[in-house]
Nanobody
Framework: QVQVVESGGGLVQAGGSLRLSCVVSGSTFSIGALYWYRQAPGKQRALVAG???????NYVDSVKGRFTISRDNAKKTVYLQMNSLKTEDTAVYYC?????????WGQGTQVTVSS
């Protein structure tokens, strides 16, 4: 069994910052790439950022320069540092780790950015 738990969401004013965390636990032999997705009301879930097992990162254009994804392999944790938040960043953020070549999902954490 693999458990994925996100935390760190909340309500913040535009221009503020939040740091999301995602802990992967349970029967994990190999954690590969780690991704953050988000789903805004009425929209499909979309990729925000990813980090490979080697540390290479990629971001959707709308968050480049504002968001930073990082990982701590010893803690089996991935982070998403979000700065200069905008109202359009409001969404439920989901962690998607690839564990033993399978996709897993957390329950999501709500991020609300007020104007």
């Amino acid at each position: 069994q693999v458990q994925v738990v996100e935390s760190g969401g909340g309500l913040v004013q535009a221009g503020g910052s939040l740091r999301l965390s995602c802990v992967v636990s349970g029967s994990t032999f190999s954690i590969g790439a780690l991704y953050w997705y988000r789903q805004a009301p009425g929209k499909q879930r979309a990729l925000v950022a990813g980090i490979s097992s080697g540390g290479s990162t990629n971001y959707v254009d709308s968050v480049k320069g504002r968001f930073t994804i990082s990982r701590d392999n010893a803690k089996k944790t991935v982070y998403l540092q979000m700065n200069s938040l905008k109202t359009e960043d409001t969404a439920v953020y989901y962690c998607n780790p690839v564990v033993d070549f399978r996709d897993y999902w957390g329950q999501g954490t709500q991020v609300t950015v007020s104007s």
